[in-house]
Antibody
């Protein structure tokens, strides 16, 4: 069965960077694009970007341009989301999700809580 | 593209029929999905392509619409349906979400 397993919770200071991993299993890694979405406490869902894991090509939301980097490691079927210059407003749960070509997010990771606090 | 969901919250009883609307700021054809999210969990897709029911989702859920106006209808609410619902467009990046509708037990 398809699974996306994300890395654990992180606590970071303002100005630091965080790197969250999303390890895929149960399907051919290169066959599904992966999106990242975040959710601040008690808030809605915010799309961050997408990566084609087979070639590493990515597209980012304008809001995060210059601060977010998505990378992939085909040898371990893992996608990474790195967010830099962290602010308190970046405190959120970060999700990875696979894209289904019928246009929806099909499988989701369990989420990774990132807390930014001095 | 902005998505405006209404209402933002809704109180209903088991057995009720409820409708949630999602309006896009410009036409998105049928590139709209609906998700259900429960506290502490990842969202789960209910409907994609505006009206196609995801496999395994109960038939009491249905979606309709195209262009700019969409609806999610739940007939005969069950206790497990009390959750937050989000719409999402997939008609070009960024794939924005509606702000969510929290469905609570009356």
């Amino acid at each position: 069965q398809v699974q996306l397993v994300q890395s654990g919770a992180e606590v970071k200071k303002p100005g630091a960077s965080v790197k969250v991993s999303c390890k895929a299993s149960g399907y051919t890694f290169s066959n599904k694009y992966i999106h990242w979405v975040r959710q601040a406490p008690g808030q809605g869902l915010e799309w961050m970007g997408i990566i084609n894991p087979s070639v590493g090509a990515s597209t980012y939301a304008q809001t995060f341009q210059g601060r977010v980097t998505l990378t992939s490691d085909t040898s371990t079927s893992t996608v990474y989301m790195e967010l830099s210059s962290l602010k308190s407003e970046d405190t959120a749960v970060y999700f990875c999700a696979t894209y289904n070509w019928k246009s929806y997010f099909e499988y989701w990771g369990q989420g990774s809580l990132v807390t930014v606090s001095s | 593209i902005q998505l405006t969901q209404s209402p933002s919250s809704l109180s209903a009883s088991v057995g009720d029929r409820v409708t949630i609307t999602c309006r896009a700021s410009q036409g998105i054809s049928s590139y709209l999905a609906w998700y259900q999210q429960k506290p502490g969990k990842a969202p789960k897709v209910l409907i994609y392509g505006a009206s196609t029911l995801q496999s395994g989702v109960p038939l009491r859920f249905s979606g309709s619409g195209s262009g700019t106006d969409f609806t999610l209808t739940i007939t005969s609410l069950q206790p497990e349906d009390f959750a937050t619902y989000f719409c999402q467009h997939l008609n070009g990046y960024p794939y924005t979400f509606g702000q969510g509708t929290k469905l609570e037990i009356k």
